[in-house]
């Protein structure tokens, strides 16, 4: 990991935001989908020639 000026790495990794939405098809599962976005933060930035990340998702949640 690269480190700043004064040899430490960075601490802040980033923010992220999400929207998403979710049906329950029935009481025990539910089914959704989603969109995210991460913002790089400073250690993040250090860490990796990437950036700022987007991210599409689906989920299932079965509850036993």
Do not use: C, W
Request: net charge neutral.
């Amino acid at each position: 990991m690269r480190r700043n000026e004064g040899g430490a790495p960075g601490k802040r990794i980033g923010n992220d935001g999400d929207l998403y939405g979710s049906y329950d098809v029935n009481t025990r599962l539910q089914m959704g989908a989603g969109f995210g976005h991460l913002i790089a933060g400073r250690s993040l930035e250090q860490a990796s020639p990437g950036g700022n990340a987007s991210y599409p998702y689906a989920f299932a949640d079965y509850h036993f």
